[in-house]
């Protein structure tokens, strides 16, 4: 792959890829630019020349990025966001800043990201105290109203107040206990198992039960637990079967073993949403660059 010259990208195609990036498709990403299809059509025909990658290809009726433009996303949003933020005046200094930065996220964010996060704050920034609350499936009052600072999940409000960045993929997949049976054959296996499900403490099933009562299957579920951190122990020594993000393999999860789903359930971005009040804010911007660096470490699972 040729090295790519950033000074020869302008910046309005380096936004472009990013909303393309984040909306998942051309035509959602022309509307929320404001230009015609075929302007981003042309755009990202002269990003794939100048970073020597697709960026983008086609999946069924939609397109995924490939790995590279994941990879690369990240910092081109940094960059913009650095670039937005130059006439907001004198640069904010962590090491002297004390306030509570409260952040809304489930159990597999929390654990994923947040330990991270706190451990680069003890470093860096000492006198700032995070907070952290449950988001179940956010919604965009969470943010507009003030009761957190910052959300970190799949899910991201339709609305334009709303600011997202990507931070890594996921997927879902089937975790059983290998020293009680063996791993699910098929769909029917599936479908014939006892299930353990997660009904969110805030009311909401996870986005998988939707999709699966969309297409008329029903898991037989036996335990429902309010989060992700019940599963381990309802599932260690049975023949259950639990269906949750691959990531968890790696800590929560970790004793237990784990094939793909058995039908088609695609895979999932984890999302940092804000507020567009504190996009150019230096602190909270500090604070989203983090995030974002703890994300880039793990991003090599599913290189």
Partial sequence: MKPVDILN???KSLTTFVAV????????????????QSAVSHTLERLRQAFGDPLFVKSGRGIVPTDYALRTGPHIRQLLDDLRTLPSGPPFEPATAEFTFTI????????????????????????IHLQVIPSGIPNADLLRKEACDLVISPFAPETTDIMQRGLMADRMVVFYDQNQRQAPSDLKDYMNADHITVLFATGEKPGLDSTMEARGLKRRSVVTVSNFSGLPEFLRGTTLLASAPERMSTQLMRDFAYVPLPFQYNPFTLLM?????????????WVRNQVNSVAATMNGLHD
């Fill in 9 to 11: 990208l302008d910046l």
């Fill in 21 to 36: 990036l984040d909306e998942g498709g051309v035509s959602r990403a022309a509307v929320r630019l404001g230009v015609t």
């Fill in 104 to 127: 809304a996220a489930n159990d597999y964010q929390r654990d994923l990201l947040l330990p991270g996060l706190v451990k680069m704050l003890r470093d860096q920034a000492p006198g």
């Fill in 273 to 285: 949403l804000w507020h567009r009040r504190h996009q150019t804010d230096p602190a909270h911007r």
